[in-house]
Structures are given as C-alpha cells and as structure tokens.
C-alpha cells in the first residue's frame, strides 16, 4: 500500500515538475483527466475514496505548471497530514522535483 | 528516468492486480483513459511516444482483469526488450503483483 502511494506520488510530481508555464488545451485536459481516473481506479480503495473527496473539494489547478505544482504539493500535505507524515513546505516544490531531460 | 519508470509501473500492474473480472463500463474506460493520458503527459517525453507507438498498435485490453494484466505485462515485455532488460514470462503476471486488501 505505502510502496504504491510512493510510486503515484513519484509519478504525480514528475508529471507536474515538467507541466508547461503554458499548458494547452489538451495538456490542461489531460492532467485533470489523469486525476480523475485515479479517483476512481486508484488500486487502493480506501486511499482512491479519500484522493476522490479531497478533489471534490479542491479540484486541480491546471492553468499553469507552477500553479499545478502548487496543488499537487497542497493535495499531498492533506494526505501526508491524515496518516501523520511530516507536512512539505510548498514553496520548495520547484526544487524538490526535477524535470526528466528527456 | 528509470526511477519514474518504475514508480509508473508499479501503479499500473498493482491497479491491474485489482482491476476486476468484470469490469463496469466506466472502469473500462478509465482503464483505457489512464493510459491514453499517459501516452501524452508521462513525463519522460521519448518514453511517452514510444509507448505511445506500443499502444496505438496494440490498443489496452480492458475486457476483464486476466486480458488486461496479460496486455499489459506483454507492453511492459516490448518496452524491456528495447532497454535490453529481461522480459517477465506473462504466466506467472497474477501472481507477481497482489491486490491491495483497502
């Protein structure tokens, strides 16, 4: 379960270090879609229950990668906060996930 | 690169492991939605397009949770073979990724 939110997690945050200052349509769709798929699919139930209602109640941010970042980075804490991990200060996000060169 | 790799394969064959016998419409198409998102967005750029390649030519199975483990171990053997890794003999895919009990 917890190697599995790692995986996602890493996965999330990759995908968002390299989201453009400019995303277009399909991009901007994509990353919504993306999260909404997980709300649903995500392998864990219980956890994908919860991603679902922390969504609803704080849909992503797609407008730009840095916003996007910012959401993903806020989404997290709210988990990381629920199972007792350490909070992440969001304003390191930037440096914290690099883009793949590739 | 290999650690996102990684990271992503784990989210989907541990979502495969629970994907069920029969699935409903709306889990077929997230299935196949999650993984038309990723032939976009993954963020490893060249990885996207070749498995972008890998799945335009060989569409997700998404029938029931056997066909789409067995799709997706096969995909996952296209990408080892042209990184030179050993491929993963597909009959024994149910038992190598468990279902998460949540």
New interface residues.
């Given amino acids: ?1 917890a ?2 939110g ?3 997690w ?2 999330l945050h ?2 968002a ?3 453009p200052e400019r995303p277009t349509r ?2 901007r769709r ?2 919504r ?2 999260v909404d ?2 709300t ?8 994908a229950r919860h991603f679902a209602e922390l969504v609803r109640r704080d849909p992503p941010v797609v407008s730009s990668g840095p916003a996007f970042r910012r959401w993903l980075c806020q989404i997290h804490n709210r988990v990381n906060a629920r199972l007792g991990k350490p909070l992440f200060n969001c304003d390191l996000v930037e440096s914290r996930w690099a ?2 060169g ?1």
């Fill in positions: 379960k190697e599995v790692r995986a996602t890493t996965l990759t995908l270090a390299q989201f399909q991009q994509d990353a879609t993306l798929c997980l649903r699919i995500y392998p864990c139930g219980d956890c883009p793949l590739c």
